[in-house]
Nanobody, 127 residues
Framework: VQLVESGGGLVQPGGSLRLSCAFSGYTYSGHCMGWFRQAPGKEREGVAIIGSSGSTGYADSVKGRFTISKDNAKNTLVLQMNNLKPEDTAEYYC???????????????????????WGQGTQVTVS
């Protein structure tokens, strides 16, 4: 399984960025995919998740500003980020997992420790 993020960069507060994650060797059906971020000196946190049915979930800090979506035909996961704030500055990671409890792990904040497949990350700086 390979996950490759792109789309990070430097943006001013209030601006937008669109992150993409190209995945290969992974059958999405029945599993979870999501975006995580880690700022310097902080723990990795879940940002957004999408389940096999298309259900989505978001961290409270990004609700109403970020949107997660997927295109199975193109094997791409997308995170649209609007109204960016300086506190959104972090390395952003795409991740995926096949475990039947992958969604529950995200809900309890353990997905960052448990999910199996990770991309290399892309830097987002809001300044």
């Amino acid at each position: 399984v390979q996950l490759v993020e792109s789309g990070g960069g430097l943006v001013q507060p209030g601006g937008s960025l669109r992150l993409s994650c190209a995945f290969s060797g992974y059958t999405y059906s029945g599993h979870c995919m999501g975006w995580f971020r880690q700022a310097p000196g902080k723990e990795r946190e879940g940002v957004a998740i999408i389940g096999s049915s298309g259900s989505t979930g978001y961290a409270d800090s990004v609700k109403g500003r970020f949107t997660i979506s997927k295109d199975n035909a193109k094997n791409t996961l997308v995170l649209q980020m609007n109204n960016l704030k300086p506190e959104d500055t972090a390395e952003y990671y795409c991740a995926a997992d096949r475990h039947q409890l992958c969604w529950e792990f995200w809900v309890i904040g353990r997905a960052g420790d448990v999910w199996k497949h990770w991309g290399q990350g892309t830097q987002v700086t809001v300044s």
